[in-house]
Nanobody, 127 residues
Framework: QLQVVESGGGLVQPGGSLRLSCVAS?????????IAWFRRAPGKEREAVSA????????NTAHSVKGRFTISRDSTGSMVYLQMSNLRQEDTAVYYC???????????????????WGQGTQVTVSS
């Protein structure tokens, strides 16, 4: 059974950095091709942050975080990271990791492309 688990959330000051980790287990690569990060801020809809293909490592990142957040995968292909830098108070949210089977030129950022979701990890940016 496929499972997706996030870790690494916490409290950080504005301008600081944090790295989130996502581990996916119980799957074979042909069944799952990509991982994405989403987030839900208080009182807002969930939004896409960034996505990566396991195979070639190609990425797709939302404009709101581009240049500050970087998604990457490890050599085994089962761990995905979200490196967050220059954090702002508006980055405060619950961050979710999701796994999907999509294909295409770029990893999709639409929620419907993802079938398996983690429970989320809280990131709070505050002084």
């Amino acid at each position: 059974q496929l499972q997706v688990v996030e870790s690494g959330g916490g409290l950080v000051q504005p301008g600081g950095s944090l790295r989130l980790s996502c581990v996916a287990s119980g799957f074979r690569l042909p069944d799952v091709s990509l991982i994405a990060w989403f987030r839900r801020a208080p009182g807002k809809e969930r939004e896409a942050v960034s996505a990566i293909y396991f195979g070639d490592g190609s990425t797709n990142t939302a404009h709101s975080v581009k240049g500050r957040f970087t998604i990457s995968r490890d050599s085994t292909g089962s761990m995905v990271y979200l490196q967050m830098s220059n954090l702002r108070q508006e980055d405060t949210a619950v961050y979710y990791c999701a796994a999907g089977r999509g294909v295409g030129e770029m990893p999709p950022l639409e929620e419907y492309e993802y079938d398996w979701w983690g429970q989320g990890t809280q990131v709070t940016v505050s002084s």
